[in-house]
């Protein structure tokens, strides 16, 4: 898989239920009160139903342990996580917590991809691309050796993590985008998301 290019077309979609009433524009950089209020909301409502944290964060790619896949982190979906982690334990979110999550300059992208050595990872970049615009990221990170796979001993033989962040003032958060990992052997994966359809 490292020597081709692989593009994933897929729909954004954020695990819901009936309880959830999901913001219009969750890629915010500015979410009003009111949607601030909601989002801790729905964190508190998510531990009530004991449902983890992670149910917030935005996913795209693959739904299955053998093809490349990732999710996002808007603002929004920190601060459910963040009061849904809280609530588990009995907390609540202070005003502190509250600022530190929307005073963050950037949204965090993590992404899987696969390849055939241990250290296939290393020095992997990410970039988004709108329109012809690319985006570079502010931080980078990848797994230094990579985990087997579901398909291991056959090939993709490893799986590895390659996350990055990229500031919010940078993209357009209603723009489709490609994100884009480039492996430092070679290839690429790229995931097509319509960032206006997040939810």
């Given at each position: 898989?490292?020597s081709?290019?692989v593009m994933?077309?897929v729909?954004?979609?954020?695990?819901?239920a009936?309880?959830?009433?999901?913001?219009?524009?969750?890629?915010?950089a500015?979410?009003?009160?009111e949607?601030?209020r909601?989002?801790?909301d729905?964190g508190?409502?998510?531990?009530?139903?004991?449902?983890?944290?992670?149910?917030?964060?935005?996913r795209?790619?693959?739904?299955?342990?053998?093809?490349?896949?990732?999710?996002?982190v808007?603002?929004?979906?920190?601060?459910?996580?963040?009061?849904?982690?809280?609530?588990?334990?009995?907390?609540?979110?202070?005003?502190?917590d509250i600022?530190?999550?929307?005073?963050?300059?950037?949204?965090?992208?993590?992404?899987?991809?696969?390849?055939?050595?241990?250290?296939f990872?290393?020095?992997?970049?990410m970039v988004?691309?709108?329109?012809?615009?690319?985006?570079?990221?502010?931080?980078?990170r990848?797994?230094?050796?990579?985990?087997?796979?579901?398909?291991?001993?056959?090939s993709?033989?490893?799986?590895?993590?390659?996350?990055?962040s990229f500031?919010?003032?940078?993209?357009?958060?209603?723009?489709?985008?490609?994100i884009?990992?480039?492996p430092?052997?070679?290839?690429?994966?790229?995931?097509?998301?319509?960032?206006?359809?997040?939810?």
């Amino acid at each position: 898989m490292n020597s081709l290019r692989v593009m994933v077309s897929v729909f954004v979609t954020v695990a819901s239920a009936p309880w959830m009433i999901l913001p219009s524009a969750a890629i915010d950089a500015q979410p009003t009160a009111e949607q601030i209020r909601a989002a801790l909301d729905r964190g508190n409502e998510a531990a009530q139903q004991h449902n983890p944290p992670d149910i917030f964060h935005v996913r795209f790619g693959g739904t299955d342990d053998m093809h490349p896949r990732g999710f996002l982190v808007t603002k929004l979906g920190s601060l459910s996580v963040m009061a849904t982690h809280m609530a588990l334990r009995g907390l609540e979110p202070s005003p502190a917590d509250i600022a530190q999550v929307l005073e963050a300059p950037t949204m965090l992208i993590s992404t899987i991809i696969f390849g055939n050595v241990p250290s296939f990872a290393v020095d992997s970049y990410m970039v988004l691309d709108q329109g012809g615009k690319t985006i570079k990221p502010v931080t980078m990170r990848f797994d230094g050796q990579a985990n087997r796979s579901a398909a291991w001993p056959d090939s993709p033989r490893f799986k590895a993590k390659v996350v990055a962040s990229f500031n919010y003032a940078d993209f357009d958060p209603m723009a489709k985008t490609a994100i884009t990992v480039f492996p430092a052997n070679g290839g690429e994966v790229s995931f097509l998301l319509d960032f206006a359809q997040i939810k």
